[in-house]
């Protein structure tokens, strides 16, 4: 599976839209992108998924460039409850996810 | 039902204790697995059942042994611990589709300490 990067860090204020990036450089054709979240002391949850197109749901957006090389995750309105450790996974199979590091974002008043 | 529900939540064993951790869901997904997470680390994957049958084992070491008595139970059984082996113990589980899986649902944990 291909390995991500993401920047260890990241803050936004409530109200305001979180974009989240990931790089993934290495993606091979048949690899999706996928999207975790794990607010403190919980297990985590799924937020989205994709592989080529920009996908949406009720919880966030996913932007993939046209290269799939890195993707953006959009909370389009951040509330404390986003307070979470967001992990970008790339899979040819969703049976084995490797958690990388994650991007740790807090949302602030 | 969209839970998966692990026991018990909190538990503390000696490295000579035998115990079992037990994971349960009822959306009829097929797919269940284990993960151990470490203190401010990220999750890393286990073992993978797939229709009752182990799938995947990570290199876990045997003092880890894995059951899948039907397809809503998972269970994990414990010996001979080390203290390094304290961590929290996730639960998921997924349906299989044509192609691959679907996303996985985690349960809350159980954290486990080794005395």
């Known amino acids: 599976d291909a390995k991500t990067t993401q920047p260890p860090s990241m803050d936004c204020a409530e109200g305001r839209a979180a974009n989240l990036p990931c790089n993934h450089s290495?993606?091979?054709?048949?690899?999706?992108v996928y999207w975790y979240r794990q607010i403190h002391s919980q297990g985590p949850q799924y937020i989205i998924h994709g592989l080529k197109n920009n996908e949406t749901n009720e919880m966030a957006s996913l932007i993939i460039t046209e290269d799939r090389k890195s993707s953006t995750l959009i909370l389009p309105h951040a509330t404390l409850r986003d307070t979470a450790v967001y992990y970008c996974i790339v899979t040819g199979t969703a049976s084995k996810l490797t958690f990388g590091t994650g991007t740790r974002l807090q949302v602030t008043l | 039902d969209t839970e998966v529900t692990q026991t018990p939540k909190h538990l503390v064993m000696g490295m000579t204790n035998k115990k079992s951790l037990k994971c349960e869901q009822h959306m009829g997904h097929r797919a269940m697995y284990w993960y151990k997470q470490k203190a401010k680390k990220p999750p890393e994957l286990m073992f993978v059942?797939?229709?009752?049958?182990?799938?995947i084992n990570e290199s876990v070491p045997s003092r880890f042994s894995p059951e899948c008595p039907n397809s809503s139970l998972l269970n994990l059984h414990l010996h001979a611990l080390q203290p390094e082996d304290s961590a929290l113990y996730l639960c998921?589980?997924?349906?299989?589709?044509?192609?691959?899986?679907?996303?996985?649902?985690f349960g809350p944990g159980t954290r486990l300490t080794v005395l």
């Open positions: 059942y797939s229709y009752e049958k182990l799938s």
């Open positions: 290495t993606i091979s054709g048949n690899e999706y």
């Open positions: 998921a589980s997924s349906q299989p589709k044509r192609g691959g899986y679907n996303e996985q649902f």
